[in-house]
C-alpha cells in the first residue's frame, strides 16, 4: 500500500496551458519534498515545504503544503515544453532522521 | 559540483554474475540511502544506513546487501542477480538529527543492465 497517492500518473498538455499534480496521504509528514527527473538521471530537489499552510514559488511553479501536513500539490502556470519529466513527491518522517515515502509520480509532457 | 556521485554510471552484467555499484559523498550526511528504480517508477528504498547503523526494508530480497566502510561511501552489492534486477539504482543522502526538513539529495544513478 502506498503511503502517497501521487495524481494524475500522466499528463500530456500544450505548451502555456496550467497543470497541478497533487500528493495526498492519510498520514503525516514532518516535511514532504518535491523532485523533477530527467530520464537516466536522478531526481533532483525542486522544493521542501515544512509548516503546515505553507506555500514556495519557484518561478512558474507553486507549492503548497496541507494545514495538516498530509497532503500537498504542484502547480506549473503557463507550462513549458522544459517542464517536461516525472514530478515525484516524497514525504518524510523519522525522529532522529528522515525516512522518505515516495509518491508514484506523475510523468508530465509538454507539447510544443 | 556533483555532491553525490555513482559509479559507474551504466553497468552491464550477466545473468548470476555478482556486482558492486558505488556511492560517495562530500556532504559529510550521516545517512545514505540506497533506492531501485524501475521505467517511470517511484524509487524503492533498499536500505539505509544512520552513520554505520544499517536498516533493510522488510522486503529488499536477501540478494541484495549493502557496506559502509566510512561516511563518504557506500556499496551496493548484488550476489545474483537477475534479469528482475535491471534499474537504476539511486544513491542519496541526508543529514541526521531531530528535525523534519532534511531533504536527499541524489545521485545520477547507475543504470543496471543483465545479459
Known amino acids: 500500500t502506498q503511503l502517497l497517492e501521487q495524481s494524475p500518473q500522466f499528463l500530456s498538455i500544450q505548451e502555456g496551458e496550467n497543470l497541478t499534480v497533487y500528493c495526498n496521504s492519510s498520514s503525516v509528514f514532518s516535511s514532504l519534498q518535491w523532485y523533477r527527473q530527467e530520464p537516466g538521471e536522478g531526481p533532483v530537489l525542486l522544493v521542501t515545504v515544512v509548516t503546515g499552510g505553507e506555500v514556495k514559488k519557484l518561478k512558474r511553479l507553486t507549492f503548497q503544503f496541507g494545514d495538516a501536513r498530509k497532503d500537498s500539490s504542484l502547480h506549473i502556470t503557463a507550462a513549458q515544453p522544459g517542464d517536461t519529466g516525472l514530478y515525484l513527491c516524497?514525504?518524510?518522517?523519522?525522529?532522529?532522521?528522515?525516512?522518505?515515502?515516495f509518491g508514484s509520480g506523475t510523468k508530465l509532457n509538454v507539447k510544443p | 559540483d556533483a555532491m553525490v556521485i555513482q559509479n559507474p554510471r551504466y553497468q552491464v552484467t550477466q545473468f548470476g554474475k555478482p556486482v558492486t555499484l558505488s556511492c560517495s559523498q562530500t556532504l559529510n550526511h550521516n545517512v545514505m540511502y540506497w533506492y531501485q528504480q524501475k521505467s517511470s517508477q517511484a524509487p524503492k528504498l533498499l536500505f539505509h544506513?544512520?552513520?554505520?547503523?544499517?536498516?533493510n526494508e522488510a522486503d529488499t530480497p536477501d540478494n541484495f546487501q549493502s557496506r559502509r566502510p566510512n561516511t563518504s561511501f557506500c556499496f551496493l552489492d548484488i550476489r545474483s542477480p537477475g534479469l528482475g534486477d535491471a534499474a537504476m539504482y539511486l544513491c542519496?543522502?541526508?543529514?541526521?538529527?531531530?528535525?523534519?526538513?532534511?531533504?536527499?539529495?541524489f545521485g545520477d544513478g547507475t543504470r543496471l543492465s543483465i545479459l
Open positions: 516524497a514525504g518524510a518522517k523519522g525522529d532522529w532522521f528522515n525516512k522518505f515515502y
Open positions: 542519496a543522502t541526508s543529514s541526521g538529527g531531530q528535525g523534519g526538513n532534511q531533504p536527499q539529495h
Open positions: 544506513y544512520y552513520d554505520k547503523d544499517f536498516n
